[in-house]
């Protein structure tokens, strides 16, 4: 299996991944948010087996203000339901894992949704992270 950064041609896959986590996605969606990401230097890795991607992961850099330190924020993570338990995911966020430690950024914050799947958390969980115990809070602006 060979871990590599995203590029256009990877648009199609990550469509049909997208899919499976629940949410529908355009192509130009898609191509906007790797250009995007890209602009604002955060990272899309695709997993690819046989010529084939079988997974992504996305996320950015965040600095806080609060602390004189970086959090890394995993922003979506997909394994195709026919590659699931066989180390992909982990694969992935190890990956991440390694280039924050190059970047001397030490945490790492994912959400995962009440939605998901119970093996989704024990997956992060077994990967070592811990379930915040805070809340969360969002608002959705409506566009004037």
Do not use: W
Request: glycine letters at 6%; proline letters at 1%; a positive charge.
């Amino acid at each position: 299996m060979l871990i590599r950064h995203a590029d256009s041609g990877d648009t199609e896959a990550i469509i049909e991944l997208t899919k499976q986590l629940g949410y529908e996605i355009t192509r130009e969606s898609v191509t906007a948010n790797l250009h995007l990401y890209e602009k604002i230097q955060a990272y899309v890795f695709v997993a690819v087996r046989n010529e084939k991607v079988i997974a992504y992961v996305a996320g950015i850099f965040i600095p806080l203000f609060h602390s004189h330190e970086m959090m890394f924020r995993i922003t979506a993570l997909c394994v195709h339901e026919a590659e699931r338990e066989r180390g992909v995911g982990k694969s992935l966020v190890l990956k991440l894992e390694e280039l924050c430690r190059k970047k001397d950024c030490y945490y790492l914050e994912v959400t995962s949704g009440e939605k998901r799947k119970k093996e989704a958390h024990l997956f992060y969980e077994g990967l070592g992270y811990q379930p915040y115990k805070g809340k969360r809070y969002i608002k959705r602006l409506e566009a004037e």
